[in-house]
C-alpha cells in the first residue's frame, strides 16, 4: 500500500500513518522512533506486524458454468489444498489458522470486486444475507468441489441458495444438494473490530 493510500486510510479512521503501520500513537513514539517511509527497518518492522501468512487458494477455471440449464455463470477453482500465493495477515485475523484469500478472476462481480483483487475467507463465520461469499459447488465424482463461486448471498433456503453478481445483473439459484460450502468473505468492516 502506498503513503497516499495510507494518509487517506489514517485520515478517514482519524488515527495517524504510524499507528497503521506499526501500531504506536503519536504520543507512544520516542523522538527517536522512526516511522513511515522513512528507512528499510520501517519496511521490515511493517512486514512484522503484517506477515504474508495467509494462504491464496484459486485459479481461474476458464469457463463459465452452466447452473441453470439456461444461463452461464462465471466460476473459479477453489483448491483448499495448495498455496499458489500468500497475502497480509491482518492483526484481528493473527490467531486464526483457518482463513484463507483467493484472487478475483473475471468481471462478474464488477465494480465490487476487480480482476486480480484478493480477498480474503473466513470458513467458520456464517454467512448472512447481503455478504459477499465463496459457494463451492459439490463435485459428485470426487466428494471434492469442482468450481466455487464468488458471488453475493441474497437468500439460504433449505431448498437453494439465491446469489448476485453484477455483471451482467443477474440472481439466480443454485440447488442445495450442489453446495458443497458456503464461506464468508472477510470485508473491512471485519477487520477493523
Same mark, same amino acid.
Given at each position: ?5 495510507? &494518509? ?8 495517524? +500513518? =504510524? $499507528? ?15 516511522? @513511515? $517511509? ?6 521490515? =518492522? ?10 491464496? $487458494?484459486?485459479?481461474?477455471? @476458464? ?6 440449464? !439456461? ?5 473459479? /477453482? ?24 483467493? $484472487? /478475483? ?6 465494480? %465490487?470486486?476487480?480482476? @486480480?483483487?484478493?480477498? /480474503? ?9 447481503? !455478504?459477499?461469499?465463496?459457494? &463451492? ?6 466428494? @471434492? ?33 450442489? +453446495?458443497?460450502?458456503?464461506? %464468508? ?9
Amino acid at each position: 500500500m502506498g503513503i497516499e493510500a495510507y &494518509q487517506r486510510l489514517a485520515e478517514a479512521l482519524e488515527t495517524t +500513518v =504510524s $499507528y497503521l503501520r506499526d501500531g504506536v500513537h503519536a504520543a507512544e513514539a520516542s523522538p527517536n522512533r522512526r516511522t @513511515g $517511509y522513512e528507512s528499510h527497518a520501517a519496511d521490515r =518492522s511493517f512486514d512484522e506486524a503484517l506477515p504474508r501468512t495467509i494462504p491464496v $487458494y484459486g485459479t481461474a477455471l @476458464g469457463a463459465e458454468l452452466d447452473l441453470n440449464g !439456461d444461463e452461464l455463470v462465471e466460476s473459479h /477453482i477453489v483448491e483448499l489444498t495448495e498455496a499458489i500465493d500468500w497475502v497480509r495477515r491482518p492483526p484481528l485475523l493473527a490467531r486464526r489458522s483457518d482463513v484463507y484469500a483467493v $484472487y /478475483i478472476t473475471g468481471s462478474s462481480m464488477e465494480p %465490487r470486486f476487480e480482476p @486480480g483483487d484478493p480477498v /480474503i475467507v473466513d470458513p467458520k463465520r456464517p454467512p448472512r444475507p447481503g !455478504d459477499d461469499v465463496i459457494v &463451492q459447488l459439490a463435485d459428485r465424482h470426487t466428494e @471434492g468441489a469442482k468450481a466455487a463461486l464468488i458471488k453475493r448471498l441474497v437468500r439460504r433456503s433449505a431448498k437453494a441458495l439465491t446469489l448476485r453478481q453484477y455483471n451482467p445483473p443477474m440472481d439466480f439459484e443454485v440447488a442445495a444438494d450442489e +453446495v458443497l460450502a458456503v464461506h %464468508r468473505v472477510v470485508m473491512m468492516r471485519d477487520l477493523l473490530g
